[in-house]
């Protein structure tokens, strides 16, 4: 693997994400929230500011998590959500209706701006933003247009150390058969997550007032590198969006220039870790702005 990977579109707000269909969407409701994407939810609902008649705005809220947890500490708060994928909303949907007194209206995601009224919501809320700085900006002018004045902006993603253990593996695999173009890359994707200062220094600039970011380390086990390419969580969220960082179509194909580094991590994970867990390190943050104008 001696070629350059493609040049990465940062314009497009999709590209990064997996589109769920039905089967996946099922999923990752019953796996990857539980698993992965709850360690954010839980930090960013700790965080929530508690307000009276809410309106709380979700960008690419997938299958509707953590709404009915938000919904639990603002009663009688009505949610709009959006997405990308017509199974995820499908699956929003049916579990808003099985919450008593929730209301939800979710919607397809078509592009910026969404099609909403400015400073209507008391709250704007994203978990696991794709990780590309342009991405971040356009989600955060999108809850300054959105959000009321006093409303809260919550955004919970993992920050820069995050899944080192697998970059290792790669760059031990790049320097191994001298696949230069891959080091290069993933020593730029590695940095394109913020620091703890500049998550919250991107809402400053974005016009956010009492910013403040929380962040706690985890760690997700696997027993072997079959259990870690088959595991939704790195299948369905991980995987596509580190793939997408370092240039390359999220849906794999046959023939991908990435099969060689991605089988070397597979057997690297049965050789080093024969006698334990193989575990990725995820550093969860959030950050909260309020919008005071």
């Given at each position: 693997m001696t070629t350059d990977p493609p040049e990465r579109d940062p314009a497009s707000s999709t590209r990064g994400r997996v589109k769920l269909g039905p089967a996946d969407a099922a999923i990752?409701?019953?796996?990857?929230?539980?698993?992965?994407?709850?360690?954010?939810?839980e930090l960013a609902i700790e965080m929530l500011v508690e307000s009276e008649d809410a309106q709380v705005f979700h960008m690419h809220c997938r299958t509707g998590y953590p709404d009915r947890g938000v919904a639990m500490r603002l009663p009688g708060a009505h949610f709009y959500g959006c997405d990308e994928s017509p199974s995820a909303l499908e699956l929003a949907r049916a579990k808003a209706t099985t919450m008593a007194g929730m209301i939800a209206d979710y919607r397809l995601f078509e592009g910026y701006p969404v099609p909403l009224p400015a400073t209507a919501f008391s709250h704007a809320i994203t978990i696991?933003?794709?990780?590309?700085?342009?991405?971040?900006?356009?989600?955060?002018?999108?809850?300054?247009?959105?959000?009321?004045?006093?409303?809260?902006?919550?955004?919970?993603?993992?920050?820069?150390?995050?899944?080192q253990e697998l970059a290792d593996l790669?760059?031990?695999y790049a320097l191994k058969f001298e696949a230069d173009a891959l080091v290069k890359a993933l020593d730029t994707a590695m940095l394109i997550r913020p620091t703890v200062e500049m998550f919250g220094a991107e809402l400053e600039e974005a016009g956010f007032q009492y910013v403040d970011v929380e962040v706690r380390t985890h760690t997700l086990k696997f027993r072997s590198g079959r259990d870690?390419?088959?595991?939704p969580v790195v299948r369905l969220l991980i995987l596509p969006e580190i793939r997408f960082n370092l240039g390359l179509p999220v849906e794999v194909d046959k023939g991908d220039p990435y099969d060689a580094p991605m089988a070397y991590i597979r057997e690297a994970i049965d050789k080093y870790w024969s006698d334990?867990?193989?575990?990725?390190?995820?550093?969860?943050?959030?950050?909260?702005?309020?919008r005071l104008e």
């Open positions: 990752f409701e019953t796996f990857v929230v539980p698993r992965y994407l709850a360690l954010f939810g696991h933003p794709l990780a590309n700085v342009e991405e971040r900006a356009r989600t955060l002018n999108e809850f300054g247009r959105l959000l009321a004045p006093h409303g809260q902006a919550l955004v919970a993603m993992p920050l820069r150390g995050s899944f790669m760059r031990e870690f390419f088959e595991d334990g867990a193989f575990e990725l390190t995820v550093n969860v943050g959030c950050a909260s702005g309020r």
